[in-house]
């Protein structure tokens, strides 16, 4: 089945201690990109990679990392996580045209206390 | 600037009637239309889209999409609700000028419960 994942799905952690979510597609996507979704702001890009080894900073990147070692993995890097870094992340991933669909894991609820 | 506006937080249909999800959109060029279904702990699912062509766009679970170029609209459709069908919609838009980026420039999204 074609998917993207993202693990864990749910996540509660302290200030400062750093994490990583997941994300795999099994698709062959070359872009693949982080979103946060927040109440009252909706979805903003975080990170965006066109292929491996190629990543760019989104619309909100402060706080975040993001690697692309393998074509079919993107995870996101908190290294030191703020209380304002608490919401629901999701990971999409889609072919290199401009019209091709974008296909979004499952979500990742994180607090951070 | 780019940006999509959902009019309506909430929109309440009795199952069976029709239903209608309104998004305009502001974007350089021509656009590139998206609509996703979020269900409650689930991810985005893709819907349908409009890239070029018939302004009417079929999607999955019934739903259609009417693309108005002169109104900057592309309003979600389906002419039979079901309660199975009551979840957040969003609308989308591929933003322009980014380059590489294939970032989606996101409405709030609109919640709709479709009553039994």
């Known amino acids: 089945e074609a998917q993207v994942t993202q693990n864990p799905r749910y996540l509660i952690t302290v200030t400062g201690k750093k994490l990583t979510v997941t994300c795999s597609q099994n698709?062959?996507?070359?872009?693949m990109s982080w979103y946060r979704q927040d109440p009252g702001l909706g979805l903003r890009q975080i990170y965006y990679s066109m292929n491996v080894e190629v990543t760019d900073k989104g619309d909100v990147p402060e706080g975040y990392k993001v690697s692309r070692k393998e074509k079919r993995n993107f995870p996101l890097i908190l290294e030191s996580p703020s209380p304002n870094q608490t919401s629901l992340y999701f990971c999409a991933s889609s072919g290199r045209l401009a019209t091709d669909t974008q296909y979004f894991g499952p979500g990742t609820r994180l607090t951070v206390l | 600037a780019q940006s999509v506006a959902q009019p309506e937080d909430q929109v309440n249909v009795a199952e069976g009637n029709p239903l209608t999800v309104k998004c305009t959109y502001s974007?350089?060029?021509?656009?590139?239309l998206f609509w996703y279904v979020q269900y409650p702990n689930r991810g985005l699912q893709f819907l349908l889209k409009y890239i070029t062509g018939d302004n009417l766009v079929k999607g999955s679970y019934g739903f259609e999409a009417e693309f108005n170029k002169s109104q900057t609209s592309f309003h979600l459709k389906k002419p039979s609700a079901l309660v199975s069908d009551s979840a957040l919609y969003f609308c989308a838009v591929r933003a322009h000028n980014a380059g590489n980026n294939r970032k989606l420039i996101w409405g709030l999204g609109t919640s709709l419960a479709v009553n039994p």
């Open positions: 974007v350089s060029g021509n656009p590139y």
């Open positions: 698709m062959n996507h070359e872009y």
